[in-house]
Structures are given as C-alpha cells and as structure tokens.
C-alpha cells in the first residue's frame, strides 16, 4: 500500500509545486473565492549537504529537516523539549530506560500511520556503519550503539525495541537525561522501511522521501532553492498556517539583504555585518537578535604537519588572537569572544576558560611567543601553513584580521583560501588540510553535545583529537547518575582538551535574522530553531 499511495502522491506533489511556483492564485478561501497560496520565503544559507534525516549534517541540511520529519520529540517556541510523534514517556527509576507512546493519528504524508517500527528502523539505520552516518555517535548513550557503530555489533542488538505499534522502548548504557531533546534531533527521525527498500540511494530525493512532518519534499533545486509543500496528513495539520516554504540558497549575506529588501524574501538566514548599523536605522523593528548554542572556531588536523604533535604551537596560535578586537571591529553584531568551548547559557554548567585568559594583552602576546620559539620557530624559520574556509563574507574578513595578528604577534606566515563549503567539507573529510573554520552548534541544550565533538571515535571529532583520559571522562560522566558529579567530570574533560588545544575557539554565536512584518508567530530562542510550522503570513488563511 505504501509504495503505491506514494506514486500517487508523488504526482499530487508536482502539481502542487507547479501551483504553488506560479504567480497565480489557487485554491479556495473561507468565501468561496480563489486566493494566492501562502508560500514562506526563508533564506537557507549554503546548499544542505543532504536532506537524507540519518545522513544530512549540515546546520542547513538540519533546517530543512526539521519542517520535513518529526521524531519523537519535538522543541517548543522557548527550545525545551516537547511531545513529537511521541505524546508523552516515562523513565524508569535507574534512569536507563525511557518508554514513549505514540500518537494514534500520526500518519506519514502517504496516509499510512507512522508506527514505533518505523522509529526501531530509523535509529538502527542511524548507528548501521553501511550507513556511514557521522551523526551515529550521537546516540552512544543507547544500549549496544558504540559497538554497532565499531561493526562490532550487528544494527539489530541496538538497545531499542517496539512491544506493540505505538511504543517505543529505549534502554540505555548509562542515565542520560538530555535523551529527550537529543531525540528532536532530526538524525533520530523515523523511516519508511517500505519507502527506503524501493528506493533505496534515492530515498532522499523529491517525490520520494517520505514525510511525518508538517511539510513534503517537493523540489531541490541545487544552487538555488529547496521548495516544502503542505502535509495534509500531518497529525496537527489544522494548525498549519502555510501552503509551503520556499528556502532560498546563498551563502552571501549581502545578497540574501537585496532579496529581503525587495519582497523576495521574508525571512533571512543571517544579516550582513557591513550594513548592521542602517538595517539597525531603517529595519530595526524587523531585526531580531538573540544568544545561540554555537561556537565559531578554527580547527587543526592533528594528522598531519605542523600541527600534529604540537601542542605549544597550537596554544600560542589561540593566545595570539585578540578576540575582543575582532568582536568590536569585526563581528559588530552581538557575538561574544570564545574562549571555552561550551557557550555561556548551557543548563546546569560553568564553561571553562583556559588559564591563559586572565593574563593581559601583552603578557599573553609575551607568553605565544615564548611556545613559538619553543616550538621550534622563528623569525628566520617562520611557522608556514593554509587556512582554509568556506566562501563568504565574514570568513573572509575574520581569516585575514587573524593571519595579520599572528604575523604581527609571532611572525608566522598564512596562506588563505577560501572555496565552496561542500569542496572543503570532503577535505576536510579526507585529511586534506592542515587547518579549517567550522562550527559547532549544540543538538540539545546540554554541555554533552559539545563535549561529545571531541571523542575519539565521534564522526564529525574532524580534528581527530584522540585522548584516552577525555574519553574516559566522557564515559564516566555518561554513567553517573549524580548531576553535580556529571557537571563536574564534564567541565574536568572540557579543561583538558583546552590544554591540548586541538581547535581555537574564536566567537559564541547569536542568531541574527530579518522578518517581515507580514510573518505572523515569530519566536526566538537559544537553539534558533523556528519551525515553519509555527508561522503564518498575513492576509493568506489556511
């Protein structure tokens, strides 16, 4: 049944999409007369790398997702957690096994329901290695998931079961209370086992991929746009307020302020720094700035030279940037210098700084380059290496202030390149850079999912930071049941990977957008995650 209704619903789709494209109106109003389709225009930011819920791990490509699957949980408007496909769950007293009950009238954009089986599938596929998802480890904390993920264990040992259609059992290795918001993330969304077996690599394309959220899959173009349309069958489709949402794909902020300004787009993905004081002059009203879960850093390869074995080179890189600098001249919009890994706001945590930080400008300046010299190098034998960064504007302006301050403070000599995000993404992948900007934003909000980057076996650890002491940490703090001791070893491991500096935190972020004024239901929160769901536009009912 399922194979066949999404034939069908793959031709409804396209001429959904040809409606909801054109200029002119269509469908019903509450009077009887036709009215134009309500089609949210979002800014995206870079291309997603996939829209496959187990693959795709890009900030887009999690965007995206969020208006498309539905996993057990959900966010609320304040970035708490809230009941998903899931109504409601119960944990045992041990804290290692977590029961949800599923919704009867959840179906899948086919009709067909969405049962606990397909949730049992989607988490297995998730930690199978054939899958090669390097979000598997995301879920370690679930009963047999880091022997799976070492093809230690086969998918089926996973510590998940379905006793009946709409439960889902889940037992774990250790008390973990972050389980629930961990399981709003779109990696753990369910799938379509039917779906998946006839489509198989293709499963993530238009017309294909099945949707349990409040908008379907319906077009992608590459460079240009990702377009949503209405899932009727959605559980809580009565209140949905659009037709679809058209995400709109560039990564120059510049440009995403053109479209904005010219009624082409309703919401952006970012604001340029450059014009931050006339958009706070002409737009301020629209403007909506708020504190994130992220962190903005330079990465090293600890596989490869210069930076592999050095740990004195890589901290005299981190001590010789002055981050309130390029706070106030550079970033302009609100961010905060990062010196600790875990950002300011996390529940029930204290980031930590390294100890360096304390000391003032010139004797931290001092202190860089006494490790330099140390390390080996010197004004007649300057330190040579690439950074590497994905095109766009702040990139491009924070990659040159910085190669100018370790020149100035150290003498060492950079080579900046900037190129497409998903090019540097496969080197980095490979090992083919030396060092490279990324950023780290938190899945749920607890210092684990910051912590957890740097274990040795993680998928997306890209520096390859290998410490069997921080894994260790990790490992008893995902055991211990005591809260303060789990706070406790969580900052311990934090420490010391900032001693050995494997990245170089640079900036916290805040979620920075542009709303039109005719976006009804606007929210922000610390996760700056605002499903489209929520959202309205003025003047186009339902």
Known sequence: MRSAARGLLASLLALAALCACSRSPSGPSPHGTARRPAILLRGLGAEPDSLDPQKARSVEAQRVLRDICEG????????????GIAERWQVSPDGKTYTFTLRHDARWSDGEPVVAADFVAGL????????????????NVIANAGDI?????????????????????????????????????PSTCPVNPVTLANDGDAYARPGNLPSDG????????????????????????AATRLDGVKYLISSDENAELTLYRAGQLDITDVIPRTQYGWIRSHLGDQLHITPELGVYFYGFNLRRPPFEHDAKVRRALAMAIDRRKLARLVLRTGE?????????????????????????????????????????????????????????????????????????????????RAEEFSSLLQDINRGNVQMFRSSWIGDYDDAYTFAQYFKSDFGINLTHYDNPAYDALLDRAAAEADPAKRRALLEQAESLMLRDQPVIPIYFYASKHLVKPRVTGWYNNIMNVTYSRYLGLRGTPP
């Open 336 to 416: 905060l210098p990062a010196y600790a890994w875990v950002p300011p706001g996390v529940a029930d945590y204290t980031p930590q700084s390294p100890a360096w930080r304390s000391l003032t400008r010139a004797r931290r300046i001092a202190e860089a380059r006494r490790l330099y010299a140390e390390a080996g190098y010197s004004a007649a034998r300057p330190l040579r290496f690439t950074l590497r960064y994905n095109t766009g504007e702040i990139h491009a302006e924070l990659a040159i202030a910085i190669a100018s301050m370790w020149r100035q403070a150290l003498g060492a000599r950079v080579t900046l």
């Open 149 to 185: 993920v070492a093809g230690h264990k086969p998918p089926q040992s996973l510590g998940v079961s379905d006793p009946n259609p709409y439960t889902v059992v889940i037992r774990l290795r250790g008390p973990a209370p972050y389980l629930p918001a961990l399981l709003a993330h």
């Open 214 to 237: 409040a908008f379907v899959l319906s077009q992608w173009v590459h460079g240009s746009y990702v377009y949503l349309t209405r899932n009727r069958y959605y559980w809580n489709d």
């Open 72 to 83: 057990l949980t959900t966010l609320d408007k304040s970035g708490g957690v809230a009941p």
């Open 124 to 139: 297995r596929r998730l930690v199978d290695p054939a899958t090669g998802s390097q979000y598997a480890e995301v879920v």
